[in-house]
Every structure is written in C-alpha cells, then in structure tokens.
C-alpha cells in the first residue's frame, strides 16, 4: 500500500502570513514529489517538484524534502486571497510513472 | 498546443446505461491517466497506460475499462453505471521519466441516477 497522507485542513491564515502545507509518504522507492493547486471546480495544476533533499524556492512558494523522514513540505510566503484552494500532494514511484495523490489541504486566506 | 482535452463535460446517466469518457493530448507523452475525484476527496487512479496497446488497472478499476489504440487518445468506458460512479473525472498525460509532471484535462462532471 503506497500512502500519501495530508492534513486536511481547513487551514486559515490571514493575508501576508505563511501558510504551511504538510505531506507525508510511506514508500521509500518514492523518487520525485509534487504540489498541485486545485481551485474549486477545476482540475490540479502543478505548482512546483522535487526531488532532491533540501529546499527548493519558486517566488512565493518553498518546497522542503527530507528523504529520511518521508516528508515534504510546501511553505506559502505573504500568502494571498488568490491562494485559497485545496493543495494536492502527490508521489512518484518509478514503477511505470505511477503518481499516488493524498486527499489534498484546503486553504482559505483571511484578507 | 491544447494540452489534455476531455469530453463531454457534464453528463447524466441513468442507472445500467454505458458511455466512454474521450480523452485526447498533443503532447506526444507516452504514459496517460484516469482518475476519479469524490467530492473533498484526492485523486483515485483508475487506469493507466505506458505507450499505445498497454493499459494497467489502478487502485480503483472496477466498473471501467480502457483502451489504447493510438498515443493521443484514452478513451475510458463505463458499461453498467451505478450511483457509485457519481464523480469527476480527470484524464492527465506525463512524459517518460522520473521528474515528469502531469498534466491534466478540464475534468468530466458525471452523475449517475
């Protein structure tokens, strides 16, 4: 059983703060690790990868990975409005390209 | 480029009643995805395919069925449908390789009565 787990929120945080997204996996084949933004009623589109253990900076929006406690974070700098949506944490085993997705964090920013 | 496209977007069934959910991109990618997203739920894998001719089952199978005849389409079937396959339903393709992303359709809305 290959688990990707989230906290499911709702996660509220006022305009400006950080908002900070949990996830953690139970296979430790998992190679490459990824963000996706869901606004309500659309479909997932990714806002960052990685692979490598460490932090990775996009903007806004810091993604942390540390292998050996099986967990990988995403940090939203002077979060906005526009960032309220569920945030889908998802997991690449390399065994035919299979993604395994948690059930997502639902956040609201406070304006 | 359109990316992933999926039709139809909506769509009403009657309890027994079949249709196929069509899916197609422009990406050239080899591997294609369904998945199936219950209200406030994450993304259930329903089938998926490496390249044109090879499908495999995903978590969640039962009541669909998929076929692969070229790399731009994956059409997936319902047969008899049921209450249970009330859902949304994403079509995504990726290509080959560890660091590749997946990209997503617009999603078909189904309700099943």
């Known amino acids: 059983q290959k688990e990707v787990e989230q906290n499911s929120g709702p996660l509220s945080v006022p305009e400006g703060a950080i908002a900070s997204l949990n996830c953690t996996y139970s296979d430790r084949g998992s190679q490459s690790f990824f963000w996706y933004r869901q606004y309500s009623g659309k479909s997932p589109e990714l806002i960052m990868f990685i692979y490598s253990n460490g932090d990775k900076e996009d903007g806004r929006f810091t993604a942390q990975l540390n292998k050996a406690s099986q967990y990988v974070s995403l940090l939203i700098r002077d979060s906005q409005p526009s960032d309220s949506a569920t945030y889908l944490c998802a997991v690449n085993i390399w065994a035919g390209n299979q993604f395994y997705f948690g059930t997502g964090t639902s956040l609201t920013v406070i304006p | ?113």
């Not at chain 2, 990316?3 to 009643?17: D, S, W």
């Open chain 2, 1 to 113: 480029n359109a990316g992933v496209t999926q039709t139809p977007k909506f769509r009403i069934l009657k309890i027994g009643q079949s249709m196929t959910l069509q899916c197609t991109q422009d990406m050239n990618h080899n591997y294609m995805y369904w998945y199936r997203q219950d209200p406030g739920m994450g993304l259930k894998l329903i089938y998926y395919s490496v390249g044109a001719g090879i499908t495999d089952k995903g978590e969640v199978p039962n009541g669909y069925n998929v076929s692969r005849s070229t790399t731009e389409d994956f059409p997936l079937r319902l047969e008899l449908a049921a209450p249970s396959q009330t859902s949304v339903y994403f079509c995504a393709s990726s290509g080959q390789g560890t660091y590749n992303e997946q990209f997503f359709g617009p999603g078909t809305r189904l309700t099943v009565l």
